[in-house]
């Protein structure tokens, strides 16, 4: 007998999920440029509602005004200094917080003396808030980029702590028993099974570090620094300089973003075995 060719009915067919089409008709510049509609909507409110005159744009200037403080601070060379004087110092204490975060993150998490007597410190030690640590740092280490550097790190410190120990801790167990159930050696159940199993918790943790680091970073330049972005926002507020201010809350904004989007590029790769529901959303 001859076999005839079954025909496929559209309840066969598979269709094309609606998100795997949002995703291919929204590239990367496409969502990019999605993203900017929001603040760039209400700077252009803003604008139209000074040029009206609404407002008198005294204390918050149109973005006009502080298009022009950015323009002339970039053309004297002045923002660049301040942009890069941050990125150093920012860059210098999530280095020594992160990786401090990450080295007693795992310790506490696996050695569970060492986590009843570390943990409860570090707790209370994270409640303390960051500006309580600039006299102590200033007695310490004086009013150069040491303190600075050493705020950032405590800031940075504690989100990659947390989020490391939190990872360890919540390992499902069942993983665990499958390695030692193939009689994986310690090093091959860390590699295998442990590290995937925390790397993209710890990449959160990172990212939320880098954050704080930004953050910090205002405060560690609030020690006497004669350059940097927390500088010029002082500088804008001790002359009365609205537009100055905006234009250094700008900066942060996009050197922060910036800054974030480099680190999510960099460890990205090594979370692209993941297969989550993020794209089908």
Known sequence: MSSSPVALTPADEQPVPAASRRSAFLGGGARAALGLLLPLGLALGWEI??????????????????????????????????????LIRVGLGFAFGASAGILAG?????????RWLVDPSL?????VPSLAWVPLFILWFGILETPKVALIAVGVFF??????????????????????????????????????????????????????GFLFV???????????????????????????????????????????????????????????ARETL
Request: overall charge positive.
């Open 49 to 86: 509602a000074v040029a009206a005159g609404l407002s008198s744009g005294r204390l918050l200037p149109p973005p006009s005004r502080i298009a022009a403080a950015l323009w002339a601070l970039a053309a004297s060379g002045e923002l660049w200094m301040h942009v890069e004087a941050t």
């Open 218 to 276: 205002v405060a560690a330049e609030l020690m006497g620094a004669s350059e940097g972005l927390g500088y010029l926002l002082l500088d804008g507020q001790q002359f009365s300089k609205p537009d100055q201010i905006l234009a250094a809350i700008i900066s942060f904004a996009v050197v922060g973003k910036a800054a974030d989007a480099a680190l999510v590029a960099l460890t990205n790769p090594l979370v692209r075995w993941q297969d989550t």
């Open 159 to 212: 989100p990659v702590y947390i989020g490391v120990a939190g990872a360890i801790a919540s390992v499902d167990r069942k993983l665990v028993e499958v390695g030692r159930i193939f009689r994986l050696s310690r090093w091959a159940l860390v590699r295998r099974i442990l590290l995937p199993a925390v790397l993209p918790a710890t990449l959160t943790a990172l990212r939320t570090g880098l954050g704080l």
């Open 123 to 127: 707790q209370a030690l994270r409640a």
């Open 106 to 114: 795992a310790l506490t998490a696996t050695l569970p003396p060492l």
